[in-house]
């Protein structure tokens, strides 16, 4: 065997500037780190970091035919994915920088914050961007951990169907470890003991990232419920991050992403509005209905129109 070819002709290292500047770009729009990008090109993390900083020394051509097979196939998938109604509020900002070193490190993580506060919506755009995330939604109806288990068997399209739980269990493990994917659990406070110790055995057996999104209620509970054992599923979760607040430049952000131009009185308006219980998503579902009142029925776009569609929610 010839052994590995390491110098190369000056034109071998010339750049392709176009495809440089698409690497970057798409770097950027994706949100995805260094590291997540060159697992997904197929190159070593080294690699990526020296070309866009312009100093790779081995066989560039080769590199970027990789880079633009790459670039091909996910960027009609990142025009696609984009949702317009999503913006990198201050606490989206939170929630990505949890979500991203879980999924970068293999870590455990935990998010909590009050209804509203686009925690949901950022775990969601994170999924777009990252498809092979696995984001699942607990509810009073999915919490046990026999429906938990049959809901990341059908995630990982693993038989799951009159099985016993012990098997699904060991091919959901087999299935998560050939590509370690993310696992995003929203409204994670409504999950039973049980549920999370079928997630912290997963979590123990493949070594892939998991974050836990919720209320307040998760973590008192973590915290405060002697009845069982969490000190072993706590240890676990070195991210631990909280939000609780909204401001104002969020909510212009927010309000001009929906509806450019609007008077700085609606939207002081609507920062009131998300300090309230619901936060986010009230204010921007009273946003919604206040410009389809405008521009369906002709009502002025002006605090008044806001005012009085926010008395007839008040109870």
């Not at 970091?49 to 990789?66: F, I, P, S």
């Not at 999104?213 to 054992?229: E, F, I, Q």
């Not at 009131?272 to 405008?294: N, S, W, Y």
């Amino acid at each position: 065997m010839l052994p590995e070819r390491i110098f190369t002709t000056e034109l071998e290292r010339r750049y392709n500037e176009s495809i440089l500047t698409r690497l970057t770009r798409w770097k950027e729009e994706s949100g995805n780190s260094l590291r997540k990008l060159a697992a997904a090109i197929g190159v070593s993390y080294t690699s990526i970091g020296d070309y866009l900083n312009q100093k790779y020394k081995a066989n560039v051509r080769v590199l970027e035919n990789k880079i633009t097979t790459f670039l091909d196939n996910k960027e009609g998938n990142l025009q696609r994915s984009k949702n317009p109604e999503f913006c990198r509020i201050s606490p989206s900002e939170i929630i990505w920088q949890v979500l991203q070193a879980c999924d970068e490190n293999g870590e455990m993580g935990a998010v909590i914050g009050p209804s509203g506060m686009a925690k949901t919506k950022t775990g969601r755009e994170y999924q777009r961007k990252n498809p092979v995330t696995i984001f699942i939604t607990a509810s009073p109806t999915v919490r046990s951990f026999s429906k938990m288990l049959r809901a990341l068997a059908n995630q990982v399209s693993a038989p799951n169907s009159n099985m016993a739980l012990d098997d699904i269990m060991y091919r959901v493990i087999e299935k998560l470890k050939g590509f370690r994917p993310l696992i995003v659990i929203d409204e994670s406070q409504y999950m039973l003991w049980e549920s999370f110790e079928i997630v912290r055995n997963i979590y123990d057996s493949v070594g892939m990232g998991v974050v836990f999104l919720g209320t307040v209620r998760l973590y008192s509970r973590m915290k405060g419920d002697t009845r069982y054992d969490w000190d072993q599923l706590l240890s676990r979760v070195t991210f631990r991050r909280s939000i609780s607040e909204i401001n104002y430049e969020d909510i212009k952000m927010v309000a001009d992403s929906i509806y450019p131009g609007l008077p700085k009185r609606c939207i002081d308006f609507l920062y009131h509005v998300a300090q309230e219980p619901g936060r986010l998503r009230v204010m921007t579902d009273l946003l919604k209905k206040a410009i389809k009142f405008h521009e369906v029925y002709g009502a002025k776009l002006d605090i008044n129109l806001f005012k009085e569609l926010k008395n007839m929610n008040d109870f």
